[in-house]
């Protein structure tokens, strides 16, 4: 079982910055793929960004492409996803996913662990 901590959501303004982290424990991340997902109120779970086990592959969603970037450091067991130039529309409850095996996906369905989420809200 591996257990997903989120941290470091608040409230910024628009066109400022948050560095959220995902820290694991329970197993090493090193064999997992690791992916961010956010919902808001009303909206279905959506697809963020990814990164394989190795760090060597990363994918995004086009509408944070340039302005938000996955990491992994699996010394540590930590995800970050580094957001800059937020956006009202990226007001949502993020959450760090998991899943065993060396593909990114980015449908919510082929990740296996869950975090309980961090709220991002980012005020006009």
């Known amino acids: 079982q591996v257990q997903l901590v989120e941290s470091g959501g608040g409230l910024v303004q628009a066109g400022g910055s948050l560095r959220l982290s995902c820290a694991a424990s329970g197993h090493m991340l090193s064999t997992y793929t690791m992916g961010w997902f956010r919902q808001a109120p009303g909206k279905e779970r959506e697809f963020v960004a990814a990164?394989?086990?190795?760090?060597?592959?990363?994918m995004y969603t086009d509408s944070v492409k340039d302005r938000f970037t996955i990491s992994r450091d699996n010394a540590k067991n930590t995800v970050p996803l580094q957001m800059n130039s937020l956006k009202p529309e990226d007001t949502a409850v993020y959450y760090c996913?998991?899943?065993?095996?060396?593909?990114?996906?980015?449908?919510?369905?082929?990740?296996?662990?869950w975090g309980q989420g961090t709220q991002v809200t980012v005020s006009s």
């Open positions: 996913a998991a899943r065993e095996g060396a593909y990114t996906y980015s449908d919510p369905v082929y990740y296996d662990y």
């Open positions: 990164i394989s086990w190795s760090g060597s592959s990363t």
